[in-house]
């Protein structure tokens, strides 16, 4: 019988109540104005409103699949904007577009369960390549717009997307619809102004908005979470100013991203997907190669102005400190402005960007005609490239300008860094080679963007010497030791060890995995799940103890051994468990009642839900959705991205979850990867230090972790599990692992998932020279690894088939999850012939140092 931790009270709980208001403050914080002339603020007062979209009924809190979260309530925007103070004089046009959507959603649901019916449980896939989206709009007619006021009309536009299916570069998606553009044509004409909301996860196409006389505010909402509604409401009205700032570049045209026609579904080729741009991501791209973007990285507009002083850059031991002043010259509002720091590195033997972001910092708020100074730190080292001819991270000699700015569109050289000669800051080995030629994309200054008087700038800036002496070269080791892989023997003769002899330091880890067998140590490295992707207990619902948590890891030894398992729930928009569940009489679970974390799932499949016993106690654990990923990166503010963490770390130490499924932290290659929205920003440092600022949030609670993923290259989500991601060891280095590394030396999360695709031809999960050599070896991560879930799943008829739960052991994958017996027989039949005891030793101690960590600390 699992320790149940939810709560029996039905009613709103404080700690609902409070963390709404969280993440109410952090969603408004996330919000960022792409366009203002003069529309926005709206005064609260009481006007008939013209509300339309389809956001406004049907806002999206977060997108689909593991990354949604079940809150209780979600405040959408009508019933936030009505709080506000305004009548919604568009009810009939919303009533008219939920009918539609009814009856859309009728027949998906009709079409989803003839799926069901014939397949079973792996028609759960269909629904993933297939999500539901909502038809398309209403045309607005004269009738729907009559009595309200004329000053404004507010356009909500939604877009969702989720794990299994990348975005599409069409209507409804990537493009506005025929009946958005008709509506929008129709409210420029009607209406004084108008101002487009953009309840969205990633880029979409914003020309229009830009083109139509009568567009005159584009505020991105993002995807607010469950109070978001009421988010959108403070910044529509002006209680908070629009403080947040892109995290990611949003081009002119779809084509202008680098490779775009390649991406993905798009060349019809999803097995294999070549990362020809290298490190030219992002506005690593749009700059170096002068593209001009819609809205900058790092971009955002205000209700207020601010001006930045010139900046005072100085460089202590191996540390670059800049400092500049930031005043709020506005008359009217209060705001924050964020600094954020690039650098152009001198190209060399490598080719280097036109500059990248090193460093970044938020004011408070600033009243107006309020001043305030701002220092953004960064170090010499983390400004050196990877050349991959010598396997060294190297600054090359020459000069470094050092650019302050407000977007990436926006920077001016402050100082000019020498650097007399090149230095090795890491000397390591080539382990992620590309497997096959890539022509990869390289840069020359000439094709750089500029601007006027960039030159001058240059010329003008005062020179800093960098002292050589002080950037001294790591040199990384893959030994054993340094890895974690070596596990002493142990001693065989304590007696017999469990666990409460571990944690009372009678005896190690070691003593206990010593005296386990084979198939012992093999349940332990599996997670408990016994269905594989096909069986009804999984699908990122695995858990037992835990009602709608993705999954456990084994209680097999709890009673030999006191081995108690762990819980583990998705992320990144909050904590993802079912909202309510029943217990019986003797305190077990019964499953089918309650409130499904997948809504009517069992229903659809034909499940019949058991007879509810009279003595039946329902349970409660309604969590916060907090706003998504990329919404948080747009924070730029650390700080509130711990407290999000914080919220988190709350919830799951209230209901016995040990490691939260998140952050993801994949970059934002392209615009049309389905999770992007679960993911941060194009850019690694902030990728990182958002990472490193969740975790925090969330390891301040005893016994609780989080999970960085998808480790790595998990940028695609069509044939996600099994596309081969074809990239240059750079531009892994510099680019899609750097946010990993960041996280790992910054916070030291608890663990770490691996993605399901392969990396240059290696499945992540069993890629030992990711794992083992630059998690652990060079990183020093001392944490537990998993897989994504199933990635060991046979089933299908793939280019590059499964990865295997043996080579997950043996690449120091600790943890296959959610686990299967085939999991579990394939490891413990392998010891003797592929398989060390030692390796599996290895693995299964590492699961047992984390349930000796949550055993520690939880809360009994
Ligand atoms: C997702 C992971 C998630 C897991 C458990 C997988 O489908 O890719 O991100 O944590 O399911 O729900």
């Not at 979209?53 to 990354?67: A, E, L, N, Q, Y």
């Not at 505010?217 to 403070?234: E, F, H, I, T």
């Not at 900058?296 to 507009?301: D, S, T």
């Not at 569109?409 to 497997?435: K, M, Q």
Request: hydrophobic fraction near 40%; glycine fraction near 10%; include cysteine.
């Amino acid at each position: 019988m699992a320790k149940i931790f939810a709560t029996t009270d039905p009613e709103v709980s404080g700690r609902e109540k409070r963390n709404m208001e969280r993440t109410r403050r952090i969603a408004a914080e996330g919000m960022v104005l792409l366009e203002n002339s003069g529309a926005l603020p709206l005064e609260a007062d009481g006007r008939s409103l013209a509300l339309f979209g389809s956001g406004v009924r049907h806002m999206v809190k977060g997108g689909t699949g593991s990354g949604d979260v079940n809150s209780r309530t979600v405040v959408n925007v009508e019933q936030a904007m009505e709080d506000a103070g305004f009548q919604i004089g568009t009810k009939t046009w919303l009533d008219r577009f939920d009918d539609d959507c009814t009856k859309w959603g009728k027949t998906y649901v009709a079409k989803y369960q003839a799926i069901l019916k014939e397949k079973g449980w792996e028609g759960v896939n269909w629904a993933l390549d297939h999500p539901y989206r909502d038809p398309d709009v209403p045309e607005i007619t004269q009738e729907d717009m009559t009595g309200t006021d004329k000053r404004c009309a507010v356009y909500v536009i939604a877009r969702t997307s989720g794990e299994g299916a990348d975005r599409k570069l069409a209507p409804g998606d990537y493009e506005l619809t025929e009946g958005e553009i008709q509506n929008l044509g129709m409210l420029a004409e009607h209406y004084e102004h108008t101002v487009v909301v953009l309840n969205v996860g990633g880029a979409i196409d914003t020309k229009l908005f830009r083109e139509k006389k009568g567009i005159d505010a584009v505020l991105l909402m993002s995807q607010p979470g469950c109070a978001g509604g009421l988010a959108l409401a403070d910044v529509l009205t002006g209680k908070v100013s629009p403080d947040g700032r892109l995290a990611a570049t949003w081009a002119e045209n779809y084509a202008d991203y680098p490779f775009a026609e390649e991406f993905s579904y798009l060349n019809g080729d999803v097995a294999d997907e070549y990362y020809k741009e290298g490190i030219y991501v992002g506005y690593r791209y749009f700059d170096s190669f002068g593209v001009r973007p819609a809205y900058p990285f790092g971009f955002g507009r205000s209700y207020t102005e601010f001006a930045l002083g010139v900046g005072k850059v100085e460089i202590k031991g191996d540390a670059v400190c800049v400092t500049v002043a930031v005043k709020n010259v506005g008359a009217a509002y209060a705001g924050r402005e964020t600094v954020q720091v690039y650098v152009s590195q001198p190209t060399g033997r490598l080719d280097k960007p036109y500059q990248v972001l090193a460093g970044y910092a938020k004011t408070d708020v600033l009243a107006p005609g309020q001043e305030t100074d701002v220092t953004v730190t960064f170090s010499v080292r983390s400004l050196a490239s990877y050349d991959e001819g010598a396997a060294e991270y190297i600054l090359e000699k020459g000069i470094y300008y050092v650019r302050i700015g407000t977007h990436s569109r926006n920077t001016h050289v402050a100082a000019a860094l020498e650097l007399a000669e090149d230095v090795v800051t890491e000397r390591l080995a080539n382990r992620v080679a590309a497997d096959c030629p890539l022509d990869v994309l390289h840069a020359s200054p000439d094709g750089y963007y500029t601007y006027e008087r960039e030159a001058q700038e240059k010329t003008d800036a005062p020179h800093i010497a960098i002292d050589v002496s002080v950037i001294t070269a790591v040199t990384a080791s893959y030994g054993k030791d340094m890895c974690g892989q070596c596990s002493d023997a142990g001693e065989k003769d304590k007696g017999r060890v469990t666990l409460a002899d571990v944690l009372e330091g009678r005896a190690s880890v070691h003593d206990l995995t010593a005296q386990l067998d084979a198939r012992e140590l093999a349940e332990l490295v599996v997670g408990s799940a016994r269905g594989g992707m096909a069986g009804a207990s999984t699908v990122g619902a695995a858990s037992a103890a835990c009602p709608g948590a993705a999954g456990d890891t084994t209680s097999s030894l709890l009673e030999s051994r006191g081995v108690a398992n762990l819980v583990f729930a998705d992320g990144p928009a909050g904590l993802r468990l079912s909202k309510s569940f029943v217990v019986d009489k003797d305190g077990n679970i019964i499953p089918g009642l309650g409130e499904s974390a997948f809504g009517n799932l069992g229903e659809m499949l034909g499940m019949v839900p058991p007879e509810r016993p009279a003595d039946a106690v329902d349970h409660y654990q309604y969590c916060t959705a907090i706003p998504i990923a990329t919404m948080l990166a747009q924070t730029w503010d650390p700080a509130l991205i711990e407290e999000a963490g914080d919220i988190v770390g709350e919830e799951m130490e209230e209901l016995g979850v040990t490691l939260w499924l998140a952050p993801g932290m994949n970059i934002q290659r392209n615009p049309l990867c389905g999770r992007n929205f679960e993911y941060y920003s194009e850019d690694p440092l902030v990728s990182g230090l958002c990472a490193a600022a969740d975790t925090r949030g969330v390891q301040r609670h005893a016994g609780c972790g989080t999970t960085i993923k998808h480790f790595a290259l998990n940028n695609q989500e069509d044939n996600r599990t099994h596309s081969n991601s074809h990239c240059a060891e750079r531009a892994l280095r510099e680019i899609y692992l750097k946010g990993f590394e960041i996280a790992v030396k910054e916070a030291a999360p608890l663990s770490l998932m691996t993605s399901y695709n392969l990396v240059n031809g290696i499945h992540a999960a069993n890629n030992r020279e990711l794992i083992t050599d630059i998690l652990r070896c060079e990183w020093g991560f001392k944490g537990l690894v998993m897989t994504d879930w199933g990635t060991t799943d046979k089933s299908g008829d793939f280019k590059y088939g499964s990865s295997s739960p043996v080579q997950c052991v043996k690449a120091g994958n600790d943890l296959t999850m959610p686990g299967s017996q085939a999991d579990v027989d394939a490891i413990a039949d392998a010891v003797g012939n592929e398989l060390t005891l030692e390796e599996l030793r290895a693995c299964a101690g590492r699961v047992l140092e984390l349930v000796c960590h949550a055993m520690k600390n939880r809360r009994s």
